[in-house]
T-cell receptor, first 113, second 115 residues
């Protein structure tokens, strides 16, 4: 199993550009989520999905869109990049149920200039 | 009050030392609890789950006090390879009647073990 994969690993955007961060998992997990991690702020939940066709907002959803058309894929779209979105983005997945381990992708380091 | 609060750290300890991390959570409906480890510039990975009766995995001991809403992690005989950030994680139900849970992460405590 590849686990959770994310592309790209690094990205530099100019303010106002849009892009999609890709995330895929091959563990047949229903639950997938996106976090951003900033120094001193910890991991903050952007959006999450409990299954194909179902998405919901997390703690910091503004400026981001998600969709979940398949169990495997959960892309994160930045609509109009801003310097405040400079961060490390982690995608994660887990089986449904309260005790299951959450697996993270390797992260995407995004810089918006 | 923040949902999950941890010791701010950083902790610098010599090899062989015992170090303890503390964490408190604010939501009494929290269902399950974990410690994750994050190495520098890497993704977080599960270190261990935390059970009500307390649990041990080698040099690591985790404890939970639901009445005080407090979680702890003890590392004995620290190794250089234990150097990392330790994240306290709490799982709460966000919608009743379903399997809709949300993991909330503390900001993490940086541990450096020195030779």
């Amino acid at each position: 199993n590849a686990g959770v994969t994310q592309t790209p690993k690094f990205q530099v955007l100019k303010t106002g550009q849009s892009m999609t961060l890709q995330c895929a998992q091959d563990m047949n997990h229903e639950y997938m989520s996106w976090y951003r991690q900033d120094p001193g702020m910890g991991l903050r939940l952007i959006h999450y999905s409990v299954g194909a066709g179902i998405t919901d907002q997390g703690e910091v959803p503004n400026g981001y869109n998600v969709s979940r058309s398949t169990t495997e894929d959960f892309p994160l779209r930045l609509l109009s990049a801003a310097p405040s979105q400079t961060s490390v983005y982690f995608c994660a997945s887990r089986a449904t149920g309260e005790s299951y381990e959450q697996y993270f992708g390797p992260g995407t380091r995004l810089t918006v200039t | 009050r923040k949902e999950v609060e941890q010791d701010p750290g950083p902790f610098n300890v010599p090899e062989g030392a015992t170090v303890a991390f503390n964490c408190t959570y604010s939501n009494s409906a929290s269902q399950s609890f974990f410690w994750y480890r994050q190495d520098c510039r890497k993704e977080p990975k599960l270190l261990m789950s935390v059970y009500s009766s307390g649990n041990e995995d080698g040099r690591f001991t985790a404890q939970l006090n639901r009445a005080s809403q407090y979680i702890s992690l003890l590392i004995r005989d620290s190794k250089l390879s234990d150097s990392a950030t330790y994240l306290c994680v709490v799982n709460i139900i966000v919608r009743s009647g379903g399997s809709n849970y949300k993991l909330t992460f503390g900001k993490g405590t940086l541990l450096t073990v020195n030779p």
